[in-house]
């Protein structure tokens, strides 16, 4: 059984980015004093032959306990998602593809995330309804994308 910790930034570090708006990073007035900007968030990273890209992923709910059976990795560039509804959601991630390995933070509506490169996560892990993310990664060519599955299930219990 995974243990759900919050999403904190030292916590996420060995991992990647947390992007959000807070007192703890860089932060000023732009714009004539209409718009604080939270700057440089994220160390968006993509290799040579690729593109830095912005979509949008739509993705399910899931419902908890929930198994995680797989991870996959982006080993040629970093991912970076960021919730556009004010919803809750789940990060699984590893510094290796072993169960034992997996950490689960609950991130904040207000909080997004951005994988390493190589980093293994899950995919979105949305909670309560359907959440559109705006997603920052790479485009080219090169595969970049693995996937891993893992050798035993990992259950994310529910939230109490």
């Known amino acids: 059984m995974a243990k759900i910790e919050p999403l904190m930034r030292e916590a996420f570090a060995p991992f990647g980015d947390v992007i959000e708006a807070s007192d703890a990073v860089r932060h000023f007035p732009i714009n004539g004093g209409t718009t604080e900007r939270y700057h440089d968030l994220a160390n968006v990273e993509v290799d040579a032959a690729g593109r830095a890209i912005v979509s949008i992923f739509r993705a399910q709910p899931c419902t908890l306990p929930f198994a995680i059976t797989m991870l996959e990795r982006h080993p040629l560039g970093t991912q970076a998602f960021m919730p556009l509804h004010a919803r809750p959601y789940l990060v699984a991630v590893a510094t290796r593809a072993e169960t034992d390995a997996v950490r689960v933070f609950l991130a904040r509506g207000d909080q997004g995330v951005n994988y390493a490169a190589g980093i293994w996560h899950h995919p979105l892990l949305a909670l ?10 790479r485009a080219g060519p090169g595969l970049n994308c693995d996937e891993h599955e893992l050798s035993k299930p990992l259950t994310i219990p529910a939230l109490t």
């Open 128 to 137: 309560g309804a359907v959440c559109d993310f705006l997603v920052v990664d």
